[in-house]
T-cell receptor, first 114, second 118 residues
Framework: AQSVTQPDIHITVSEGASLELRCNYSYGATPYLFWYVQSPGQGLQLLLKYFSGDTLVQGIKGFEAEFKRSQSSFNLRKPSVHWSDAAEYFCAVGPYQAGTALIFGKGTTLSVSS | GAVVSQHPSWVICKSGTSVKIECRSLDFQATTMFWYRQFPKQSLMLMATSNEGSKATYEQGVEKDKFLINHASLTLSTLTVTSAHPEDSSFYIC??????????????FGPGTRLTVL
C-alpha cells in the first residue's frame, strides 16, 4: 500500500540549531515527493519538491531535502532554525499519473525554543 | 502564478443547514481538483477527486450525498456540505492540478475554509 510515514510527531529545536525532519514512503513506482509547511489556521505552502535528477533539492526559506531511494526517505533539513519556522510540516508523495491525489504523512509539529 | 483561492475562508452555520465552499484556480485551468479535510492537529485526508465536467470520485467512507462536489468549469469547483452537523466541523482544503495526461502531478493548494457547525 502507498503510504507516507513521518516518525516524529513533535520536535523542539533551539533557535539557531540545525533541523532534520524525517519522512519515509512506501510507493510502488517512482515517487514524486513534496514537503509542505502549514501555520496554524492557514493553508499549505510548498517548501520544495523532487521529481528527478539531483537527489539534493533546495527549497524556499533555506530548507533542503535529500531523496535516498535505498532508504525510501526524503528528509527535510535546515542548517539554522528561526523562531518563525515553528509550524506543522507535511511530507507528501504523489504519482506521475494525471488526476491522482497526493498522499500525506501525519505531519510533524516543530516548536522553536529561544 | 498557480494561485488557488477558496471562499469563504471561514463560515459558521447552524446544524441542519447547507454550506457551499468555492475553490477557484485564478491563473490556470484546473483539469482536476481535489478536496481534503483536516481535523485539528491531524493530517489532510482526501475526500474526493473531481475532473471538470464529470462526476466526482469519492474516497471510501465519504458520503457523496452529504458532500456534494461540482466541477462545472476548468477554474471552479464547489463543495456543498448538506444538512451540516457539528461533526462536520473541520478545515476543508482544496487543491487544483493543471495540465493534462502526461504532465507531472503538481498540485496547488487553496488557503482552506474553516467550517464550524453549531
Amino acid at each position: 500500500a502507498q503510504s507516507v510515514t513521518q516518525p516524529d510527531i513533535h520536535i523542539t529545536v533551539s533557535e539557531g540549531a540545525s533541523l532534520e525532519l524525517r519522512c519515509n514512503y512506501s510507493y510502488g513506482a517512482t515517487p514524486y515527493l513534496f514537503w509542505y509547511v502549514q501555520s496554524p489556521g492557514q493553508g499549505l505552502q510548498l517548501l520544495l519538491k523532487y521529481f528527478s535528477g539531483d537527489t539534493l533539492v533546495q527549497g524556499i526559506k533555506g530548507f533542503e531535502a535529500e531523496f535516498k531511494r535505498s532508504q525510501s526517505s526524503f528528509n527535510l533539513r535546515k542548517p539554522s532554525v528561526h523562531w518563525s519556522d515553528a509550524a506543522e510540516y507535511f511530507c507528501a508523495v504523489g504519482p506521475y499519473q494525471a488526476g491522482t491525489a497526493l498522499i500525506f504523512g501525519k505531519g510533524t509539529t516543530l516548536s522553536v525554543s529561544s | 502564478g498557480a494561485v488557488v483561492s477558496q471562499h469563504p475562508s471561514w463560515v459558521i452555520c447552524k446544524s441542519g443547514t447547507s454550506v457551499k465552499i468555492e475553490c477557484r484556480s485564478l491563473d490556470f485551468q484546473a483539469t482536476t481538483m481535489f478536496w481534503y479535510r483536516q481535523f485539528p492537529k491531524q493530517s489532510l485526508m482526501l475526500m474526493a477527486t473531481s475532473n471538470e465536467g464529470s462526476k466526482a470520485t469519492y474516497e471510501q467512507g465519504v458520503e457523496k450525498d452529504k458532500f456534494l462536489i461540482n466541477h462545472a468549469s476548468l477554474t471552479l469547483s464547489t463543495l456543498t456540505v448538506t444538512s451540516a452537523h457539528p461533526e462536520d466541523s473541520s478545515f476543508y482544503i482544496c487543491s487544483a492540478r493543471a495540465g493534462g495526461q502526461g504532465d507531472y502531478n503538481e498540485q496547488f493548494f487553496g488557503p482552506g475554509t474553516r467550517l464550524t457547525v453549531l
